[in-house]
């Protein structure tokens, strides 16, 4: 992390240096669960309740020891401690581990004992918070942390972990980068009109840059800014999950559909029409995207109110979706085109036909189907005929559906995958202004309101990574993680 902005952070700090403990891992019985303290007080306390077995109160840096945990004289577990010294552990001040059988009353103990011996308990997301104050990561690596915790996918998690080691840090270090490089020219060229004196004024070597070297420079940066702000909607998804509406009339296999998917009989399926009154929610992986299927009620005239109130829920999931999944029975036969185009023509959200029931029509009923969605959706995919009740079709199916919702940076949880509305309207803040910025160079516009839009970008960038930030940003975001880390 930068040096002045590692002093920044210190100075800043709204914390009282208490140590603090709590568990880490999840709360309830288990094998095994782990309770952390950060602060001065960490070893003290560890020698207070842990006794190791070969040597008394000895604990190398970083290395596990065997022993009981105390309360007085009186033994009530074994396990293992690890100290870890500052500056080098994870939060930037003297760390203890404590690895203890997971029973409830063993880990109350060890709470209440750390308790008693000074520590106070632990807000949401101290522990990192405490790292990002003391300059161990920065506030993408941090906010990285809290989106592995809570991946739904393996590549949601691989996205997360690719902040949190840094990878998107440094991408935005080298705009960054060229955003400062790019002010100090302009600074040079305020500074020194008529003549410049290499290392009289900014760190600019040789003379300041003209308006069409600076232009240049401007599209560079705003080309990397560009990527990153359109990866948005592939890394939203892979954090928040996709929302997607499995839509059709009456005994189209919706309801079968939804249970194929998930490998198990999560909604009731039955050849009587109207089955299905209300939505029904599950997750499950798309090819890395998670995905929140929306099984919904069959949409038709009806006059009774209960299958009203389903099918009005059903076109209610369909516009907040992120795509709909318009389930076509290709018996049918033309009823089911005409349904397919009325409603189609109400939908807000991307669609995709599926052709179900494939396992009782022929090749004729598929060739109809083709010539339908060619008319219906002519810039539709090649059609996706399935069946749910055999399964033919389905892996396809998955595939095209993650390929609609994401780009294949956001398929491959690629290190390019902007995943938070924060990072999304900062960087959009920052190619704002750097759009202003070349305008201006472009136009030629005075140095000193050039430079203006200038600091306006690197303030985003600088927010963004946490090199300048507000109490309020910081207790908004670390509000969301959990206790423990």
């Known amino acids: 992390m930068h040096p002045q902005a590692m002093e920044t952070i210190r100075r800043m700090s709204d914390f009282k240096r208490e140590t603090i403990v709590a568990l880490s891992t999840a709360p309830g019985r288990g094998a095994i669960a782990v309770v952390r303290l950060s602060g001065a007080e960490s070893l003290p306390i560890l020698t207070g309740i842990f006794r190791p077995r070969k040597q008394r109160n000895v604990f190398p840096r970083g290395r596990p020891v065997l022993g009981r945990f105390v309360d007085g004289a009186q033994a009530f577990d074994e396990g293992l401690a690890l100290y870890h010294q500052a500056p080098e552990s994870v939060t930037g001040e003297d760390v203890v581990e404590m690895h203890c059988h997971g029973g409830p009353a063993i880990v109350g103990a060890i709470l209440r004992l750390a308790r008693e011996m000074g520590a106070r308990p632990a807000a949401e997301g101290e ?89 240049a420079l401007f599209a560079e940066i705003e080309e990397a800014l560009g990527r990153l702000v359109e990866s948005y909607r592939s890394g939203r998804i892979l954090r928040e999950g996709a929302r997607v509406a499995i839509l059709g009339r009456p005994n189209a296999g919706k309801s079968t559909l939804l249970n194929a998917l998930l490998g198990a009989d999560r909604a009731i399926t039955s050849e009587i029409p109207g089955t299905t009154r209300d939505t029904v929610e599950e997750v499950c992986d798309f090819g890395g995207a998670p995905v929140r299927l929306i099984d919904t009620a069959g949409l038709r005239d009806t006059g009774d109110p209960v299958e009203l109130e389903g099918t009005e829920r059903a076109r209610k999931a369909a516009e907040e979706a992120d795509l709909s999944l318009m389930v076509l029975d290709v018996t049918a036969g033309d009823s089911e085109v005409a349904w397919a185009t009325k409603e189609s023509d109400g939908l807000n959200s991307d669609n995709l036909y599926i052709f179900n029931k494939m396992d009782k029509s022929s090749f004729e009923v598929k060739e109809r189907a083709c010539a339908f969605l060619s008319e219906l959706a002519p810039d539709a995919c090649e059609p996706l005929f399935i069946s749910a009740l055999t399964g033919e079709g389905l892996p396809k199916l998955r595939e095209e559906v993650a390929r609609v919702l994401m780009d294949e940076d956001g398929l491959s949880g690629a290190v390019s995958v902007l995943t938070r509305e924060r990072h999304h309207g900062q960087i959009a803040k920052c190619l704002k202004a750097v759009r202003s910025a070349r305008a201006g160079a472009e136009g030629d516009l005075s140095p000193e309101l050039v430079a203006v839009h200038l600091n306006e970008a690197q303030t985003a960038l600088s927010e963004l990574l946490g090199r300048d930030y507000g109490k309020a940003l910081l207790d908004r975001i670390f509000s969301t993680f959990c206790i423990g880390k």
């Not at 790019?182 to 600019?204: C, T």
């Open 127 to 215: 522990f990192t918070r405490r790292a990002f104050l003391e300059g161990k990561i920065d506030l993408v690596q941090a906010e990285a942390v809290a989106d592995l915790v809570t991946a739904q996918t393996e590549k949601a998690a691989k996205a997360a972990l690719y902040h949190l080691e840094g990878r998107l840090s440094k991408a935005l270090e080298g705009v960054w980068e060229k955003i400062v490089e790019a002010g100090a020219h302009i600074e040079a060229a305020i500074d020194f009109p008529d003549e410049f004196e290499p290392g009289a004024g900014p760190s600019v070597s040789g003379a300041p840059m003209g308006s069409a070297e600076l232009v």
